[in-house]
């Protein structure tokens, strides 16, 4: 298993059901995916910024792993410009003990 898959099993081993911890780990598994999207891309980050219509530091701030602020529009620009788009989802398999999951 590479370091990537280890750091992102430990990550989501953190994740509380709600809380900004959880907000976090998320955030940095985005943070990861984004960066790597960008260097396969071949697009430097001030190309990406321009292209998102953003400025260099706004997008400094996306990719940064450790700010949680986020909102959805700048992830889907973000994704757009990289040629990706984005899915959300809930998932339900983390529900506490006794509560329907269906």
């Given at each position: 298993?590479?370091?990537?898959?280890?750091?992102?099993?430990?990550?989501?081993?953190?994740?509380?059901?709600?809380?900004?911890?959880?907000?976090l780990a998320v955030?940095?598994?985005?943070?990861?995916?984004?960066?790597?999207a960008l260097a396969?891309?071949?697009?430097?980050?001030?190309?990406?910024?321009?292209?998102?219509?953003?400025?260099?530091?706004?997008?400094?701030?996306?990719?940064?792993?450790?700010?949680?602020?986020?909102?959805?529009?700048?992830?889907?620009?973000?994704?757009?410009?990289?040629?990706?788009?984005?899915?959300?989802?809930?998932?339900?398999?983390?529900?506490?003990?006794?509560?329907?999951?269906?």
């Amino acid at each position: 298993m590479n370091g990537d898959a280890v750091n992102e099993m430990r990550e989501l081993r953190e994740l509380p059901e709600n809380g900004a911890t959880g907000a976090l780990a998320v955030k940095r598994r985005l943070s990861r995916q984004l960066v790597a999207a960008l260097a396969e891309s071949g697009l430097t980050k001030t190309a990406l910024a321009r292209r998102m219509r953003t400025s260099r530091s706004s997008l400094d701030r996306l990719l940064d792993p450790d700010n949680p602020a986020l909102t959805l529009a700048t992830l889907a620009r973000a994704a757009g410009a990289l040629g990706r788009r984005v899915r959300v989802e809930l998932d339900d398999s983390a529900a506490p003990p006794g509560r329907s999951q269906g």
